[in-house]
């Protein structure tokens, strides 16, 4: 099932069921919890973020050419970072390039997001996918002088500005992604192909990454897991390629569909 967030003409938010159509039915109940598709057409005034995230939990490092590319060692464990829920943006609705704490650097990152759907913890690697709800697009979007020079040796400053995290257009439920790793994925900007590659080479696999989050540590339903980025990166080419304003930049997962946002 592909479920997308949405509020209505009367400003209120729902969850609805997307149909082969384009159409939505509404869902009755809770996402997290007990929920059924109902047979009333949803009423789509604008799309939002398929999550409202309680935590962005946030993998780097976690491709290998990736990592060579930013001339860092393959990592022993996985890298963690955390991205505010207020870093997160709608479908189509503009990331916004850093002005008081002004940024020229600004990158793209196409990843994975993994959205947990009950409480987990101690979770084994063997059972970790029962608790995941499902799937979605996410940019990963880093301004790298905040991140590298600007933030104290830690990389959220850099990482967690408003609008950036980008997640849609829908969640993708369990029953239609068996296999997170197994994944086309990629980043096109202004029409431009920038980063094209597969989930199946990431370092730390999904269930992987779940068991670790989850040592000794509760994942509420609601967490959004970004699970890395590929090589690619407007960092690490030459010449250097950063957002600008008036850009547009489209994340497509491999099914789950496209997500596109403008630069402002």
């Known amino acids: 099932m592909k479920i997308i967030r949405y509020s209505d003409t009367s400003g209120q938010i729902h969850h609805a069921a997307q149909q082969p159509d384009g ?5 009755d109940g809770d996402i997290f919890g007990t929920y059924s598709v109902s047979d009333r057409k949803a009423d789509v005034a604008k799309l939002l973020a398929p999550v409202d995230p309680r935590v962005i939990l946030c993998i780097g490092l976690n491709y290998k050419f990736h990592a060579e590319e930013s001339g860092m060692a393959i990592p022993k464990n996985p890298v963690l970072f955390i991205k505010s829920p207020g870093a997160v943006q ?3 609705d503009p990331i916004q390039l850093p002005v008081n704490l002004k940024s020229d ?9 993994v959205i947990i759907g009950k ?4 979770v084994s690697k063997e059972n970790a996918l ?4 499902g799937y979605t697009c996410a940019n990963d979007v880093s301004a790298r002088d905040w991140q590298i020079n600007g933030g104290g040796g830690q990389w959220c400053r850099g990482k967690t500005f408003d609008t950036f995290c980008p997640l849609g257009p829908a969640l993708v439920t369990t029953d239609e992604i068996t296999n997170p790793n197994a994944l086309g994925i990629k980043t096109i900007l202004n029409g431009q192909t920038v980063q094209d ?3 199946n080479d990431m370092i730390f696999d999904v269930p992987t990454l779940i068991a670790f989050l989850s040592a000794d540590t509760t994942l509420l339903p609601g967490t959004v897991i970004i699970t890395g980025t590929p090589q690619g990166v407007g960092m ?12 547009s930049v489209t994340i497509e997962i491999e099914g789950i569909g496209s997500l596109t946002n403008p630069v402002v």
């Open 130 to 133: 029962d608790y995941v709800l």
């Open 119 to 122: 409480a987990a913890k101690n």
């Open 23 to 27: 159409t939505a039915l509404v869902i």
């Open 236 to 247: 690490a080419r030459k010449p250097q390629l950063w957002m600008k304003s008036g850009d």
């Open 90 to 92: 709608n479908p189509g």
């Open 197 to 199: 590659w597969n989930t």
């Open 105 to 113: 650097s600004v990158d793209y990152e196409c990843e994975l997001a």
